[in-house]
């Protein structure tokens, strides 16, 4: 009898793993606070924050594990609850932000996992936002299509049409052709749709996650996940490790169909891309982060606070290695809010977006332009950032690829851009694959 007492609870905290940490991991998170701890109504944070115990702070992150290394944080979001409205926010955290990380100096967020795991990842988030994480959640993403499969898929919007080609990829030819509209899709099709590379870089790649997250959570909240719950339950627990308690995963529960109802806000860490070399960077805007810290909680930044901030602002902004080339401001990003009716109007969206037309850049400053250094040659992608600025096109950011022996430089941008590629002072062949006004560079060792 014990046995069985013991597997059905073993079972039950599975499967509330299944129906919660799913959404967990796609950023809808809700909490009812009550069990074990005990903490005053509103404590003042070591950067003088005000928290209310009404608010609960979620680690999110996504982990790429490698059979060779420790593996990086390709996800990082911190998800913020109002427990008793019954409301949840997301505030994602671009892999490229530069903060520093203790006993690594400044470095890209991604690499606090690799330094130290899920706790130095931990204190790096918590002090670039200024508040404490309640719970961490880490999800190994390369169950990430298994975990889709076992959906049986979700449906999703798709906003633009999305072709890139590589059949050199790591993993052994990457194909990625997706139209506009609403679609279904498979765990395979989803990574396609995730790992979309566009001229906006890695916030062009964080809105998507986004737009994914919400098709994650109506799929999950229908009635036709049931059937497929014991396969999603196998899936999640070799994939899920978090602390967050039994009591808080049923609290959770409760309170999802009112996130749903509410609707849910996302949005990205304030700050401007910037590189040195060949290495991307967000340089994250302090102050305005501790104000949306805040105002997510409903409050305004105290002057202890605000003293804080600034005195973190002035050590940042001294900390900045000389040749960092900073570019566009993007501080006021833009906000996103999921809904039970916006879902419901997806597909009269859908048909409304794919007749939408997106205007033909008429230079190349309406062009926004990404690299990717692929051939191995240190500072290549900085080199040709130079080059095309030089021109007049908008470069949004430079990257280093997970490879360093392409053979030959390729464009990737919509046919209607075509003329203003003319005339590269290096060979490339280009592709047609995204908007008008978008274009990813993917550099060759013909480069040099």
């Not at 982990?63 to 609850?81: C, E, H, I, P, Q």
């Not at 330094?115 to 936002?129: A, D, F, S």
């Not at 994250?284 to 949306?292: S, V, Y």
Request: proline share 4%; charged share 25%; with cysteine.
């Amino acid at each position: 009898m014990r046995v069985r007492r013991r597997r059905r609870r073993n079972l039950t905290r599975v499967y509330i793993l299944a129906v919660i940490l799913v959404v967990i991991v796609t950023g809808v998170v809700a909490a009812n606070w009550f069990g074990s701890q005990e903490v005053a109504e509103n404590i003042e944070t070591q950067s003088g924050i005000q928290k209310s115990d009404n608010y609960l702070h979620i680690m999110v992150m996504g982990v790429d594990r490698r059979n060779d290394d420790a593996g990086r944080s390709d996800t990082l979001m911190a998800v913020t609850v109002n427990k008793d409205a019954g409301t949840a926010q997301i505030l994602s955290l671009p892999r490229d932000t530069r903060v520093q990380i203790e006993g690594n100096g400044y470095d890209k967020i991604n690499h606090a996992y690799a330094y130290g795991g899920h706790k130095l990842t931990r204190k790096t988030v918590e002090k670039l936002l200024g508040v404490p994480m309640d719970y961490y959640v880490l999800v190994d993403i390369q169950a990430f299509e298994r975990i889709i499969d076992a959906l049986d898929g979700v449906d999703i919007n798709v906003e633009k049409r999305m072709y890139y080609e590589d059949p050199w990829d790591d993993d052994g030819g990457l194909v990625i052709d997706l139209y506009p509209g609403m679609q279904h899709m498979d765990g395979k099709k989803a990574i396609q749709y995730v790992r979309f590379r566009d001229g906006e870089g890695d916030i062009g790649r964080i809105a998507r996650q986004q737009h994914f997250m919400q098709a994650v959570m109506e799929k999950m909240l229908s009635p036709s996940v049931v059937p497929k719950l014991p396969k999603l339950m196998e899936e999640i627990q070799s994939a899920v490790e978090t602390d967050m308690p039994l009591t808080e995963m049923v609290s959770l529960a409760q309170l999802l169909p009112s996130i749903r109802e509410h609707g849910m806000i996302s949005e990205m860490v304030p700050g401007s891309p910037a590189y040195l070399e060949d290495i991307s960077y967000w340089l994250p805007d302090i102050m305005k982060l501790r104000q949306l810290v805040a105002s997510q909680m409903n409050t305004e930044l105290a002057d202890s606070a605000l003293e804080s901030a600034q005195v973190l602002v002035k050590e940042y902004e001294a900390s900045l290695p000389k040749g960092i080339t900073v570019m566009a401001e993007k501080s006021d990003t833009a906000q996103t809010k999921s809904s039970k009716s916006a879902s419901e109007e997806g597909d009269k969206e859908s048909k409304t977006e794919t007749k939408a037309k997106v205007a033909k850049a008429s230079g190349p400053e309406g062009i926004s332009v990404f690299i990717i250094n692929d051939s191995g040659i240190n500072g290549a992608a900085a080199r040709m950032a130079d080059k095309l600025r030089a021109k007049g096109f908008n470069v949004t950011g430079v990257d280093t690829g997970r490879k360093s022996d392409r053979a030959h430089t390729i464009i990737v941008t919509d046919s209607s851009n075509t003329d203003w590629f003319y005339g590269m002072p290096f060979a490339c062949t280009i592709m047609d694959g995204g908007e008008p006004n978008e274009a990813v560079i993917y550099i060759g060792r013909d480069y040099e």
